[in-house]
């Protein structure tokens, strides 16, 4: 019998069994098939039986992978994986669409979430912390689109990131200063470049005493701080109740005694609260933004401010009472993601927010005095 067969034939067995295919289940119907199990250094064919029954499938050995980042699958015979450098074909396929599509209904099992013709796409957060977007056909004219980005499991800190050539000597030391000055900081970048790496850098930084309330979408943050409180939101139920919302959640968080708010990635009208929140004597908070440059983040900010329904004015009025510092990230071509500018928040002569570029990767910018005053005016001295 060959090991196609014998996995085909595990797999009716327990769809007929009707139970839940652990291991040692899986392992049971493999001798019941007249298989034998392999030994205990090469448990190839259990492995592969748990992951297309209880795992990833196809995709399992990929997000074992602890350099992978993301896993795209954008039909049913086309996988790429970014370990970090970049987008990279997988030499991976599946059997049919049906098989993507069949994959996806069992990864979101314990989430809860629906997908189908009537609800075809679903954005959500597996158990082990993975987020989950799909697509289904038509809308996604090839096949369903499958995108799975992995938490991260690694702990990094400045000097790991400088050791890798993602921030210079200067840049890290003021990254070290701006949080010991507990000044407002936002990290603006494209999508993977790094910026809950960076922000979750900049929390093993504040000090073992503060307490600190992380506010976020999907949970991605790892701190290693002390005293952490984590609310997480909560999409609506499928008969569309239920929901908790990222604002819901920043007005709760404002109650909470925070020495430090921060906020996973500000995306929509809770801008108006961590605008609020920081005006109303919590410094120190701390969130990232989708941004092209440093310089596009007022535009991306009065964007998702008119979500909420701010005026121009009074969104810039906030901005430039809340915020300090805006730290911008960009990856480059080969995939190497790289802090390439530290801006300071200032007011234009027409009374908008401007950032001016302070630090960037060779050294002090046109705004450097600007953000040495402000570091000064916390008793925070750059060498």
Known sequence: MSETELLDRVRRRLAAQSVEPTPARIAAAVRAEGGSLPPADGLSLLQRLQDDLLGAGPLAPLLRD?????????????????????????????????????????????TGRRLDDA?????????????????????????????????????????????????????VEVLEAVVRARLSVLISGGTGTGKTTLLSCLLGLVDAGERIVVVEDSAELRPTCRHVVRLEARPPNVDGAGEVTLRDLVRQAMRMRPDRLVVGEVRGAEVAEMLAALNTGHEGGLSTVHANTSRDVPARLEALGSTAGMTRDALHAQAAAALDVIVHLRR???????????????????????????????????????????LGARDVHLP
Not at 338 to 352: H, Q, S, Y
């Open 66 to 110: 602890t350099a992978v980042t993301d896993v795209l699958v954008n039909a049913a015979d086309e996988v790429w994986v970014d370990r970090g450098r970049g987008l990279e074909q997988a030499d991976i396929c599946f059997a049919d669409d049906d098989d993507v599509r069949r994959l996806v209904a069992r990864l979101l099992v314990p």
């Open 332 to 374: 480059a071509r080969d995939g190497l993601r790289t802090v390439a500018e530290i801006g300071v928040v200032t007011r234009g002569a027409d009374g908008l927010v401007v950032v001016r570029g302070a630090v960037d990767r060779d050294g002090p910018a046109a705004g450097w005095p600007d953000l040495v005053e402000l």
């Open 119 to 171: 609800q075809p796409w679903v954005d959500a957060r597996l158990p082990d912390g993975t987020r989950l977007h799909a697509i289904l056909t038509p809308i996604a004219s090839r096949g369903t689109c499958l995108s799975l980005r992995t938490l991260g499991r690694q702990h990094f800190t400045l000097a790991d990131l400088a050791a890798a050539g993602s921030a210079s000597p200067i840049v």
